[in-house]
Every structure is written in C-alpha cells, then in structure tokens.
C-alpha cells in the first residue's frame, strides 16, 4: 500500500534528512517508524501526505507513483488519509464539532450526514460530551482526542501520526495508542512516528528504525 524506493530527502546541503530509504508498509499493518530526536521519523511521514517531494527516489500510494499526481489532484491523495499532526493544528476559535466536522465540510457531504459521522467519531475517542465546548477549555489530552477525531472522520484508509503522545503521561498513552489500534482493527492501515519504546513493543506489527536519515532495521510481528 504504501512504498518507498530508495527514497532520499536533503532540506540543505551537505545533511540528508533521508538517505537512500526503501520500506513496504502492507494494507492492514499497524506500523511504527522509530528512532530518536532528528532521526527522519516527520520527514518520512511528511512525503507520505506529499508535504514534501523527495530529494531523489520514488513513493507509491496504492501503486500510484505520488511524484506524478498533479497538484490540482492531489487532494485525492489526501482523501484516503487522515493526519494526526504533532501540534494538533486544531482551530481555537471553533467548537470542538466545528473543528471534526471540518474535513466533511471540505468534501460537501450534507449536513445531517457530518452531525452523524462526527458524533460517531467523537464518540470513538470518549469525546462526545464535550462537542460543544471549544478547544482551549480541554486538557492535552482530550485535544490530542479531538484531532484523531478529525482524522478519521472521513473514514481514511490510511492514518499517520506524528508522535502523537509524546508529551501524554504513560497511562494516557495506553490509551491514546489503544484507540489508533481499534482504528487498525476496523480496516485503517495505521502509521506513527514515535520514540516510546514500550507502547512501540506492546502495539507495533511492522518496526521501521531509522538513525540520522538510515534505514538501520525492520522487525515484523506476524
């Protein structure tokens, strides 16, 4: 589903973010990309979504070679995925349903249609009851909730996450990662940028371990 051919990305010379990367993440998988502070885990995801253009190399989405989808068409890339951004990029002065609802709008469903598909993704993250309230009256957490919301709302067949609970307390991490993994059950092919070596071994499939830009390691779970 997602491919990587000798992928290289360099934002300045002489330092490659990436160097010479090459990975398969399968339909279905429940993948982790690791690595410490500077490692290329962003940069990867980052060309995913074509955030970015590869330096040299090829990236495949469903067999599709992303480098060759215009940019007038490249929001239908986007539509098979849904981003769980590190900053959350979440919009303050709209409510909570107003902020889940955004990605509907975008795609012009009716209204009743996104009032059903939100409450129902609010209420896969335990959000539901505070749909109302706007996002700087939630803790950490509960906006962290907001923006995986936001993310599968439009029902993507593929989720990326950028350390999405690096700055959460281990037991909020559990249960952040938990919900990703029943997202995973439901059929999403699921990817996340993450240090956390413990939620990295209880939840991860497929591992990618990446050091200063290298690809250094794989492991596979089933």
């Known amino acids: ?69 215009p940019e007038h068409r490249i929001y239908k890339l986007r539509r098979k995925m849904g981003i769980v951004f590190q900053d959350f990029r979440l919009l303050f002065h709209r409510t909570v349903i107003e902020n889940v609802a955004l990605p509907l709008r975008i795609l012009g469903l009716a209204d009743k249609e996104i009032r059903r598909r939100v409450f129902n993704a609010l209420r896969q993250v335990n959000l539901h009851h505070k749909m109302w309230d706007f996002p700087q009256r939630l803790s950490y957490g509960e906006q962290q909730r907001v923006a995986i919301a936001r993310a599968i709302v439009h029902q993507p067949t593929i989720i990326l996450a950028d350390e999405p609970t690096g700055n959460l307390d281990p037991e909020l991490a559990f249960e952040i990662m938990s919900i990703f993994k029943e997202i995973n059950q439901q059929g ?22 990446l050091q200063k830009g290298k690809l250094i390691g794989k492991e596979e779970r089933r």
């Open 1 to 69: 589903m997602i491919e990587f051919h000798h992928v290289w990305k360099q934002y300045q010379k002489p330092h490659w973010a990436l160097s010479d990367v090459s990975l398969e993440i399968r339909r279905g998988e429940f993948c982790f990309i690791t690595g410490p502070s500077g490692s290329g885990k962003t940069t990867l995801l980052k060309l995913i979504f074509r955030e970015l253009f590869p330096t040299e190399g090829q990236i495949l989405i469903d067999g599709v070679n992303t480098l060759k989808i």
């Open 188 to 209: 999403a092919t699921v990817v996340i940028g993450s240090h956390d070596r413990e939620l990295i071994r209880h939840f991860g499939d497929k591992i990618y371990f």
